[in-house]
Nanobody
């Protein structure tokens, strides 16, 4: 499975961004797709995930109410809409794909290269 993330950039506090992740290759084995982020000096942390077959979503507390994950199965793409961005959201964002939610959250997954998000005035 290959993943290509895009959509990062510089945004002011309170602004919005939409990240996209295109999944290719053996997509049928990757039902759970999600986003993680890693800030400088910190561990990579889970942000949000979605099940490609039924669309069920799950979020870390940090993103609830501000982030929305969605999928477009026709385009093998998963999006992460981030609203009301804060300084602490600054990080490199990675998308990942795994067989199950458990594997995804355990980081037993295929990874794409990250896309950088900087929230700064």
């Amino acid at each position: 499975v290959q993943l290509q993330a895009s959509g990062g950039g510089l945004v002011q506090p309170g602004g919005s961004l939409r990240l996209s992740c295109v999944v290719s290759g053996r997509t049928f084995i990757s039902n759970a797709v999600g986003w993680f982020r890693q800030a400088p000096g910190k561990e990579r942390e889970f942000v949000a995930g979605i099940l490609r077959r039924d669309g069920n979503t799950f979020y870390a507390e940090s993103g609830k109410g501000r982030f929305t994950i969605s999928r477009d199965n026709a385009k093998n793409t998963v999006h992460l809409r981030m609203n009301n961005l804060k300084h602490e959201d600054t990080a490199v964002y990675f998308c990942a794909a795994a067989r199950t939610v458990v594997d995804l959250q355990a980081k037993i997954a295929s990874w794409g290269r990250g896309t950088e998000v900087t929230v700064s005035s």
